[in-house]
């Protein structure tokens, strides 16, 4: 019979304890990334959800202000009811002579649009889609009023087709910019990582949903 020497079996334990230790190291650090990527996609989760609230609250705003100035153009615009001719209020010109404009100054406007909505596979229908993505239009147009803003362009605008393959049940598994005339990379970016955001419910068919988004961001100019 062969006697095993007892450094070779201290060395061959030292080997398996040495394995070990390294498979349990393995093991924490691919614990440590796995939650350190679940933090990192749930503040960007936040943060979207803070851009979405903010947008919200300042499209609130901006229609509170329009009905304000609305109102105040009306009422300016109402004739008074006096005997005779009107005549002007102090340090003001008579109408029609010296008087700078009927009309307050021209501001300009930007809205995105949904101007189509494909579905195709047999999983999500266009109505869901549709109404998916109208529940998340401020995210897009907050993307949008930022981008006109650090490009100091207020005539910046364009249309997008954006294509999805969605797995049932999650956010897209893919998106894609098929065709822009934006002509930015970076507006374009934050397109896309506002739509890998969204969650899709799972249909019933339990199927791939390929979908196409086509979108419009617009500017025109408004005197109220």
């Not at 397109?191 to 979108?215: C, D, G, H, W």
Request: with cysteine; aromatic share 8%; glycine share 6%.
């Amino acid at each position: 019979m062969r006697v095993i020497p007892t450094f070779l079996v201290l060395l061959s334990v030292a080997g398996c304890e040495a394995y070990e230790a390294y498979r349990e190291s393995e093991r924490e650090y691919d614990q440590i990334r796995h939650e350190a990527a679940e933090r990192e996609k749930r503040l960007i989760a936040e943060a979207a959800e803070a851009y979405a609230a903010a947008a919200e609250a300042a499209a609130r705003a901006a229609e509170k202000a329009e009905e304000a100035r609305a109102r105040l153009d009306a009422g300016q615009a109402e004739p008074q009811a006096t005997s005779g001719k009107v005549k002007p209020k102090k340090n003001e010109a008579p109408y029609g002579r010296g008087r700078p404009t009927d009309h307050p100054p021209a501001r300009w406007r930007h809205k995105v649009k949904l101007l189509q909505t494909q579905a195709e596979g047999g999983g999500l229908d266009q109505a869901t889609l549709k109404r998916i993505l109208l529940r998340r239009i401020n995210e897009l147009k907050f993307c949008y009023e930022k981008r006109v803003h650090e490009l100091n362009n207020e005539s910046f605008g364009g249309t997008i087709l954006v294509g999805l393959k969605i797995n049932p049940g999650t956010s897209a598994e893919k998106v894609t910019i098929e065709r822009s005339d934006m002509g930015d990379a970076q507006f374009e970016k934050c397109v896309l990582m506002t739509f890998r955001r969204i969650q899709f419910p799972r249909p019933e068919s339990n199927k791939v949903t390929f979908a196409k988004y086509k979108i419009g961001f617009v500017y025109e100019k408004s005197y109220r």
